[in-house]
T-cell receptor, first 115, second 111 residues
Framework: NAGVTQTPKFQVLKTGQSMTLQCAQD?????MYWYRQDPGMGLRLIYY???????DKGEVPNGYNVSRLNKREFSLRLESAAPSQTSVYFC??????????????FGPGTRLTVL | GQQVMQIPQYQHVQEGEDFTTYCNSS?????IQWYKQRPGGHPVFLIQ?????EVKKQKRLTFQFGEAKKNSSLHITATQTTDVGTYFC???????????FGTGTRLTVIP
């Protein structure tokens, strides 16, 4: 039981390059999330998927796209990377009913630098 | 939009001293969660509070949810070096589908 896995762990991009961050969970959770973490800013939600086949924008969606490939996998794509997207990216998942509020399980993170 | 603020942003304590972090929301929360993130690590869930005025304890950690469900606190008694990290509160707004995370309090424990 690996929990939430993310690849890659580290990435350096040049401005304008594209890349996809991968996330998978093996806990049969319905909901999955992508956050970015910047110093002093806490965790900010980029996109989330309440269930397979649905995605919704979070607080900071500009410059990103997501795909909920199946129940296990939720990917985040940067089409044209910018230095402002330098950050640590966390994927998370949670189960049960959203309105009841339920704990989120986080992956180890991807440390992305855009030059 | 919904905002969740935490104070202080940083706290340095001598080992054995107590520590408290406070979380305040601009709107009423349906529940609140607390997470701990060790340096270089990822956030890990600690606890969830749901009821107005609720108090929960985990060993040396005491969590409280305000009567108006707009604020919360985490108190650590007699800190240890293992308590080092950043503590985040996170809340679901009423009817909201996602968590709003606070800005976090970074705790340093001096041995």
């Amino acid at each position: 039981n690996a929990g939430v896995t993310q690849t890659p762990k580290f990435q350096v991009l040049k401005t304008g390059q594209s890349m996809t961050l991968q996330c998978a969970q093996d806990m049969n959770h319905n909901s999955m999330y992508w956050y970015r973490q910047d110093p002093g800013m806490g965790l900010r939600l980029i996109y989330y998927s309440a269930s397979e086949g649905t995605t919704d924008k979070g607080e900071v969606p500009n410059g990103y796209n997501v795909s909920r490939l199946n129940k296990r996998e939720f990917s985040l794509r940067l089409e044209s990377a910018a230095p402002s997207q330098t950050s640590v990216y966390f994927c998370a998942s949670s189960g049960r009913d959203l309105l009841l509020g339920n704990e989120q399980f986080f992956g180890p993170g991807t440390r992305l630098t855009v030059l | 939009g919904q905002q969740v603020m935490q104070i202080p942003q940083y706290q340095h304590v001598q080992e054995g001293e107590d520590f408290t972090t406070y979380c305040n929301s601009s709107t009423t929360l349906s529940n609140i969660q607390w997470y701990k993130q060790r340096p270089g690590g990822h956030p890990v869930f600690l606890i969830q509070l749901v009821k107005s005025g609720e108090v929960k304890k985990q060993k040396r950690l005491t969590f409280q949810f305000g009567e108006a469900k707009k604020n919360s606190s985490l108190h650590i008694t007699a800190t240890q070096t293992t308590d080092v990290g950043t503590y985040f509160c996170a809340g679901y707004g009423t009817g909201a589908n996602n968590l709003f995370f606070g800005t976090g309090t970074r705790l340093t424990v001096i041995p």
